[in-house]
């Protein structure tokens, strides 16, 4: 009797280790996730080449009146790191998600769109809801004269608002998080709705398989009234002002699978 009481004992330590090696086992399991930055952009919308100035103004042609109508080219930004969530982003709520950084290295530099290139990543299989992405507070608009094309400026900006006062030297970082209710900013510890039509609709990563997302940005050939509210004929960040006129909104996420 003691005997079988014994083996029985074993048994079930045996099945309930398999059982926890299959769980293990499964947790392991990863798929491949790509993601890619995209823009309908070529190299001769890429500005005339002087971001890396000490001013923001010393560069840029002249403004041709109080009003200067100009066509959006290209954004020259600096996204730094990007992470993934199972869990979802929404207003009101604090970010107490599990999140997954896909970047191994914080960028600093500001790149096009287009040419950013992320390493692909192995992650846990599961459905994915919400990315979050962190960007240098400064970045520019690369405009051309609607008038004269050959005309071209690069606009400071930050991320908060074309009146807010703006330094080159700027390293100070903004974060961007998205899910299927669009865009949000955290703010005072809970995530407030800022864009809902830049939404993610969430994807699949499966075991041995690849999933990619593309994050897209959509504002080239918005016109862009420059208002030379100081009226001195140069663009200044913070005094002047941008009318921005779009068909569209600003980016939004292509999902694919390999």
Same mark, same amino acid.
């Not at 002249?62 to 929404?90: F, H, M, Q, R, Y």
């Given at each position: 009797?003691?005997?079988?009481? +014994? /083996?029985?004992?074993?048994? =079930?330590? /045996?099945?309930?280790?398999?059982?926890?090696?299959?769980?293990?086992?499964?947790?392991?399991?990863?798929?491949?996730?790509?993601?890619? #930055?995209?823009?309908?952009?070529?190299?001769?919308?890429?500005?005339?080449?002087?971001?890396?100035?000490?001013?923001?103004?010393?560069?840029?042609?002249?403004?041709?009146?109080?009003?200067?109508?100009? @066509?959006?080219?290209?954004?020259?930004?600096?996204? $730094?790191?990007?992470?993934?969530?199972?869990?979802?982003?929404?207003? $009101?709520?604090?970010?107490?998600?599990?999140?997954?950084?896909?970047?191994?290295?914080?960028?600093?530099?500001? /790149?096009?769109?287009?040419?950013?290139?992320?390493?692909?990543?192995?992650?846990?299989?599961?459905?994915?809801?919400?990315?979050? +992405?962190?960007?240098?507070?400064?970045?520019?608009?690369?405009?051309?004269?609607?008038?004269?094309?050959?005309?071209?400026?690069?606009?400071?900006?930050? #991320? $908060?608002?074309?009146?807010?006062?703006?330094?080159?030297?700027?390293?100070?970082?903004?974060?961007?998080?998205?899910?299927?209710?669009?865009?949000?900013?955290? @703010?005072?510890?809970?995530?407030?709705?800022?864009?809902?039509?830049?939404?993610?609709?969430?994807?699949?990563?499966?075991?041995?398989?690849?999933?990619?997302?593309?994050?897209?940005?959509? #504002?080239?050939? =918005?016109?862009?009234? /420059?208002?030379?509210?100081?009226?001195?004929?140069?663009?200044?960040?913070?005094?002047?002002?941008?009318?921005?006129? =779009?068909?569209?909104?600003?980016?939004?996420?292509?999902? $694919?699978?390999?």
């Amino acid at each position: 009797m003691k005997t079988n009481s +014994i /083996l029985s004992i074993l048994l =079930c330590t /045996l099945i309930l280790v398999a059982g926890c090696k299959k769980d293990i086992d499964g947790d392991k399991k990863t798929g491949l996730l790509k993601f890619k #930055m995209i823009s309908p952009t070529s190299t001769e919308n890429k500005g005339i080449g002087y971001t890396k100035s000490t001013s923001s103004t010393t560069s840029n042609p002249p403004l041709v009146g109080d009003v200067t109508v100009t @066509i959006l080219k290209n954004i020259n930004a600096c996204v $730094g790191d990007i992470w993934v969530s199972e869990g979802i982003v929404t207003e $009101g709520r604090a970010d107490n998600l599990v999140w997954i950084r896909l970047t191994d290295v914080t960028n600093t530099k500001l /790149l096009f769109f287009e040419d950013y290139s992320f390493a692909p990543k192995n992650v846990p299989v599961g459905t994915y809801r919400s990315i979050k +992405i962190s960007l240098r507070n400064i970045f520019y608009w690369v405009t051309e004269l609607k008038s004269n094309p050959t005309i071209k400026y690069e606009l400071l900006q930050t #991320m $908060g608002s074309s009146l807010a006062p703006c330094n080159v030297d700027d390293q100070s970082w903004v974060i961007d998080y998205f899910s299927e209710d669009g865009n949000h900013y955290l @703010i005072n510890g809970v995530f407030k709705l800022v864009a809902p039509d830049e939404k993610i609709g969430g994807f699949t990563v499966e075991a041995g398989k690849t999933a990619t997302v593309s994050w897209r940005w959509l #504002m080239r050939g =918005c016109t862009f009234n /420059l208002l030379d509210l100081n009226k001195n004929r140069v663009f200044d960040c913070g005094v002047d002002d941008i009318d921005m006129v =779009c068909p569209g909104y600003m980016s939004d996420f292509i999902v $694919g699978y390999e």
